[in-house]
């Protein structure tokens, strides 16, 4: 054979050797757990941030997940496990992230229902259920806490909200990281709630949406909640002064609002004060269509939420 030939053949082999080193160069940086980004210096307090150069809001839908089943998951530089991707969300086991965290005390946990109290956390949650109680406070779970394998496990976001730290879901080297920093455990539901917000926003609950399914008790809830909450609705500074604002609500009048809720309108009712909102940022809500001037951003059974257009 004719030694160019043997040139060329060489050549040709040296590139794809080449090749081939940088691309496991490649992977070996965005798996290695050494390679510790930039941002992981200058944390931001109690949040959860998802990273990457696609990054969307934390929960996000089901294909940003590049169809990973589970993500590595560390505690400042120290790999602790995996976490399961769920609905697009990494879930982990409480009990055994609670003790990665480094914290102990009593932990009950049965797969189909968990209650645990460590470090200043109480924490007690059910398979199945869209909301879970920690320190006496009401957290609503876009996906539902899950039995995986015998042990109860929940979204890393509420977790960490639960515990007052900050978590990272990096897209670039596909892992979740939390800080190891001093906890910030959730403030103590005595505190958080005002009474008389609880007390006036459940029997307006009750009252708008007797009969009617959950996410539409929860949605009454966040429309008085983000009223209370805009400068569009001056003097309505407390759920109070939304219910009991002029010609607003006919419930008023005819005295429904001075009913005793039942206990879903409380539950109702402190979810919506933590924020959860299903409705889109709704200030409005009606049986019938309100017509020009509004935009329809939720219906839950007969009830229908409103935004101005």
């Known amino acids: 054979m004719d030694s160019r030939w043997f040139v060329k053949i060489a050549a040709i082999v040296c590139a794809a050797c080449l090749a081939m080193g940088v691309m496991s160069q490649t992977v070996f940086a965005r798996d290695d757990a050494s390679a510790q980004p930039e941002y992981l210096a200058e944390l931001p307090e ?31 530089e120290k790999r602790m496990g995996d976490c399961a991707v769920i609905g697009g969300e990494p879930y982990v086991g409480v009990a055994a992230f609670m003790q990665a965290m480094g914290l102990e005390g009593e932990v009950i946990d049965y797969g189909t229902a968990l209650s645990l109290s460590m470090g200043g956390v109480r924490l007690s949650a059910q398979a199945g259920r869209s909301w879970l109680v920690c320190n006496d406070r009401y957290l609503y779970l876009t996906n539902t806490a899950k039995d995986l394998g015998g042990a109860l496990a929940l979204p890393v976001e509420t977790l960490v909200k639960c ?145 101005e257009a």
């Open 46 to 76: 109690a949040t959860f941030v998802v990273l990457g150069a696609d990054a969307q809001p934390a929960s996000p839908s089901p294909e940003v997940t590049d169809n990973r089943q589970t993500l590595p998951l560390y505690v400042g």
């Open 163 to 307: 515990l007052g730290v900050t978590a990272y879901w990096d897209r670039v080297l596909w892992r979740v990281t939390v800080a190891d920093t001093d906890l910030s455990p959730l403030e103590e539901g005595s505190r958080y709630y005002d009474e008389s917000n609880v007390y006036w926003l459940s029997r307006m609950i009750s009252a708008m949406a007797d009969g009617q399914p959950f996410e539409a008790e929860l949605s009454v809830g966040s429309v008085c909640v983000n009223r209370m909450n805009s400068a569009d609705f001056p003097g309505q500074s407390t759920i109070y002064d939304v219910v009991f604002a002029k010609n607003q609500f006919s419930i008023v009048t005819n005295g429904m609002i001075y009913n005793e809720p039942d206990d879903t309108a409380v539950l109702a009712a402190k979810l919506a004060l933590e924020g959860c909102d299903l409705t889109g940022g709704a200030m409005y809500l009606s049986r019938s269509d309100l017509g020009a001037g509004y935009r329809q951003t939720a219906r839950f059974g007969d009830l229908r939420f409103y935004t």
